[in-house]
């Protein structure tokens, strides 16, 4: 059973750094998009980014581009989500999510793409 466990969240001010972890266990994970998405109070949960497990190609949402970097580490199962100059508009619970895509080509930024996901992690940015 795949099993995705985020870690990393916390409170911070306004331009610190904070990066999110997420280990991942059940399976392997060659040929599987892994993805953070947020979800602020009152919102709807939305995509940040992804990255291809096999072979690290990534995808951002615009409002993180050059903020915020995706990257995974194969011997420990595990992705990152490192994210630079936070603002408080990037308070939000952050969830990690994956799904089964073998097309190298293809991205996917809706949650109902995703079949996995893990508890979430808070991430709270004071002004």
């Known amino acids: 059973q795949v099993q995705l466990v985020e870690s990393g969240g916390g409170l911070v001010q306004a331009g610190d750094s904070l990066r999110l972890s997420c280990a991942a266990s059940?399976?392997?994970?060659?040929?599987?998009?892994m993805a953070w998405f947020r979800q602020a109070p009152g919102k709807e949960r939305e995509f940040v980014a992804a990255i291809r497990w096999s072979s690290g190609g990534a995808y951002y949402v615009d409002s993180v581009k050059g903020r915020f970097t995706i990257s995974r580490d194969n011997d420990k199962s595990t992705v990152y989500l490192q994210m630079n100059s936070l603002k408080p508009e990037d308070t939000a619970v952050y969830y990690c999510a994956s799904r089964f895509s073998p097309y190298e080509s293809r991205w996917y930024s809706g949650p109902g793409s995703y079949a996995y996901w893990g508890q979430g992690a808070q991430v709270t940015v004071s002004s």
């Open positions: 059940g399976r392997t994970f060659r040929n599987y998009i």
